[in-house]
């Protein structure tokens, strides 16, 4: 599965944990032209539950692995991140 982080990323700590194993850790920092952050490919399986964490800042969120998404975005805002599943591979200019 692949994890594209999107909107609202400055380059703090990010981790993603399954169960309570980190599997991927980066930073990741939004380019404003793209809108484009990073992307970490996982190997997880439908129903898997992981969590995506900024450590540093108190952020995180769980979510299930849905059966029918490819790729999983994720974006920051206001009110914390925000995960969304897509079939298509998302674009980037």
Do not use: C, K
């Amino acid at each position: 599965m692949t994890i594209d982080f999107q909107e609202g990323f400055t380059g703090d700590d990010l981790e993603i944990r399954a169960g309570h194993h980190v599997v991927a850790r980066l930073n990741p920092r939004t380019r404003l032209q793209t809108g484009w952050a990073g992307r970490s490919e996982i190997a997880a399986d439908p129903g898997d539950t992981l969590v995506i964490a900024l450590p540093d800042t108190g952020l995180e969120t769980r979510f299930a692995v849905p059966a029918d998404a490819r790729y999983i975005l994720v974006n920051r805002d206001e009110h914390g991140l925000r995960i969304t599943n897509t079939e298509d591979e998302p674009g980037y200019l």
